[in-house]
């Protein structure tokens, strides 16, 4: 048997540094979300669910709450449709035309938010197709952003794939679609579930695109608290935080089980 080499003790020095980095924040918010204190603390004065009742009794952050859950709901399908077929077209096309698309796709992730959500604003007035301070102009922005995730996570999970099994579904008479969805889709399963997080994820945190692109009417829960903040350092704010942190840790952990799931099922 072959030994397992150890993990230096450099890497995991440098990893243990980056999960204190990571993890600190997320304390910070919870433990001032739960101040008992009047105003927005750190270390706070003691404990209390005062601020996290006056989050579901909010004009402003409930709502905000709903319109980021609903446009990174609505975000992830379209994405994740979208990113699926172009994933799809990237690795079985022997066209041209992919490698300009691939690199189209990565646009997004490459430009800075600022930069992005102002050139689809000017470009959103210059066309007058009216989605300027719109939410389908937002859905369509926050696709653009997510996208490129599902199609990188997909396209790994069919870099390695063999096309003659999915050839030998459809010589047994499985349509098209049905060769896909038997054969395919329980392959890249895990891929699709990993960029469906990513999608899901970015959406919802999405601010500085959201910047350019919403409206007083239309705030998502990062701007709602960004307004907040700029004017008073509110504990709502932060308990607001909380539940956005406890709504990514279970979307995680439900995909997670998801495709252990779908493992399960297609072992037997």
Known sequence: ????????????????????????????????????????????????????????????????????????????????????LTAIFLTRSKSRVKELLRGIIVLPVVLPGVVLGLALYIFYVWTGVGLARSYWGLLIGHVLVTMPFIVATITASLVDFDLSVEEAARSLGASPWQAFRKVTLPIIAPGV??????????????????????????????????TSLRYAFEPTAAAAGIFAIALVITSTLVASRLVNIKNLLNRR
């Open 193 to 226: 579930s990993a960029g469906t997080i990513f999608a899901f994820i970015i959406s919802f945190g999405q601010f500085e695109l959201t910047l350019f692109l919403s409206t007083p009417d239309l705030q998502t829960l990062p701007i709602a608290i960004y």
């Open 1 to 84: 048997m072959h030994e397992v080499n150890p993990i230096p003790l450099t890497f995991r020095l440098v990893s243990a540094v980056a999960l204190v980095i990571l993890l600190v924040p997320v304390l910070v918010v919870v433990m001032a979300g739960l101040n008992s204190g009047d105003f927005l603390t750190f270390p706070p004065k003691g404990v209390s669910l005062r601020w996290l009742i006056a989050f579901f009794k909010s004009d402003i952050f409930l709502p905000a709450f709903g319109v980021s859950f609903g446009l990174a709901l609505l975000t992830t399908l379209i994405s994740t449709v979208l990113g699926t």
